[in-house]
């Protein structure tokens, strides 16, 4: 029998990923929309600048999974991380959505410097975050627990950030919405610092490689590729994260520009977030009953089907656009912990297969997936609309650019989805499988505990 964890770490946990997600769902909602409406750059400048350097960070993911396997410290080798990087990544924070009163050529440098340092920063902390979920247990349905509590969390974060985040830049900012993003950003950055802090203290590395284990960079990177399940779920979550960016950073321009109120952005969210938290709340009693997989090809069918649906609304019929997008966000919910869940089971499966654990190799190795399909699924987002003729100063666009914010909201970003199912189709660990490899690997590990 697994030991199970007390409900204050796994919140303490949690906060951990609220803190992040303020700035993550930051990202995803407005960042576009700050960038082209506030700051002042191009949609083109704003894709451009999501994918070069999207791309470019996501490879420093892998290196610190290496670097984070490799810390050995009095609290771990993931947890002092969160210690670490919680006031550089509140300070970071704030810089990005601060607009200087700079040339426009100095403005797009200091654009590009500070969302290098945040994406920078957000690496440096969350790879080692990310791989606690499968050291603090090595029973799989009590990661699938811990990745509820913290995907509540997080999508707690995405409901403050996509219902209160513009009515907070309207209020701080009284007409001046540089002021307004700065303070909101301000706030919300500190609440993360102290909620890293929280986590660090309320959490405990249970799992550690075997002392005796040698291995080499090159050996955890064979490793990596030749774990089926990782390579499944790599692209599973390319896929799963340039279909959030495609549709998150549309939502803003469709109501600004297509439904033609930018007011009901706030109350979309709201309801949308609202039913997302509570499809994660039932992720895990469903994924007890019917398995991880299945349950996440069924989330990712639903959500493209009703991803899709909103092409065939008038966009005046406000209440059936919130009533699918609750629709929507509860089945996308019920994947929420599922994926995160996933990357301790993938790594327990290498550990199976090789007789060698490298925790944060292989979750940073999806988050890798992850940073790469949110700056896939940026620049998409920003190239459509640019090609599409989205003209940022403008208050009204022309029917094509309405069309085209509308294809790419619906669905553009519904493949994406599909895709993801397409891949987990492919994906061979079950329940079954996954409680087999966590006996067995419990079983070496009392046998080598007992020849020491």
């Known amino acids: 029998m697994f030991q199970k964890l007390s409900f204050g ?13 303020f700035v993550f769902q930051a990202m ?19 894709g451009t600048l999501f994918l070069v350097v999207g791309l470019g960070v996501a490879c420093f993911n892998p290196v610190m999974g290496v670097i984070a396997d490799r810390t050995s410290s009095k609290w771990g080798k993931f947890r002092p991380w969160l210690l670490w990087t919680a006031l550089p990544f509140g ?10 009163q700079l040339s426009p050529g100095a403005k797009i440098i200091y654009a590009w410097t500070t ?21 603090m247990t090595q029973d799989p349905d009590e990661r699938t627990s811990i990745s509820s509590y913290r995907q509540i969390a997080a999508n707690s974060a995405g409901f403050i950030i996509a219902s209160l985040a513009i009515p907070m830049v309207k209020f701080f900012g009284r ?63 390319l896929f ?58 069924a989330s990712m069918l639903l959500t493209g089907v009703f991803n899709a649906a909103l092409y065939f609304i008038p966009p005046q019929s406000t209440y059936l656009i919130i009533c699918v997008e609750v629709l929507r966000q509860f089945s996308f919910g019920l994947s929420g912990p599922i994926l995160w869940a996933m990357m301790g089971d993938v790594a327990d499966y290498g550990e199976w297969k090789t007789g060698r654990r490298a925790t944060g190799t292989v979750t940073a190795g999806v988050v890798f997936a992850l940073w790469a399909g949110l700056a896939l699924g940026g620049a998409i987002a920003g ?37 993801a ?11 079954e499988k996954n409680r087999s490899i966590a006996n067995d690997l419990a079983e070496r590990r009392k046998s080598a505990v007992a020849a020491q």
Not at 257 to 272: T, Y
Request: include cysteine; hydrophobic fraction near 55%.
């Open 240 to 297: 799963y994260f340039s279909a959030i960016l495609v549709r998150g950073n549309v939502m803003l321009p469709f109501f600004r520009f297509v439904a033609g109120n930018v007011n009901l952005f706030a109350w979309f969210s709201g309801f949308g977030l609202a039913a997302l938290l509570l499809g994660v709340a039932c992720s895990t009693a469903v994924s007890l009953r019917v398995g991880k997989r299945e349950l996440f090809i």
């Open 421 to 431: 199912a397409a891949c987990l189709f492919f994906y061979p660990l079950n329940r």
């Open 9 to 21: 770490e796994k919140f303490g946990y949690a906060l951990g990923d609220m803190a992040a997600n």
């Open 91 to 100: 300070i970071i924070s704030v810089l990005t959505f601060t607009t200087p």
């Open 175 to 237: 007409g001046n919405d540089a002021l307004g993003y700065q303070l909101t950003m301000g706030l919300l950055s500190l609440l993360s610092v102290i909620f890293f802090i929280v986590a660090f203290a309320t959490t405990k590395e249970r799992i550690q490689p075997d002392p005796l284990q040698k291995s080499s960079l090159g050996q955890d990177l064979s490793d990596l590729f030749s774990n089926r399940p990782w390579i499944i779920l790599f692209l599973v979550t």
């Open 383 to 419: 190239w459509l609309l640019s090609a599409y003729g989205l003209v940022s100063e403008a208050a009204v666009q022309t029917a094509q650019t309405q069309a085209g914010i509308l294809l790419t909201a619906s669905i553009y970003a519904a493949l994406f989805f599909f895709a």
């Open 28 to 46: 995803l909602a407005l960042q576009l929309d700050f960038y082209t409406h506030t700051f002042g750059l191009t949609a083109r400048q704003a």
């Open 115 to 135: 969302y290098i340092l945040l994406r920078v920063i957000y690496t440096v902390n969350n790879v080692p975050y990310a791989s606690l979920t499968a050291v």
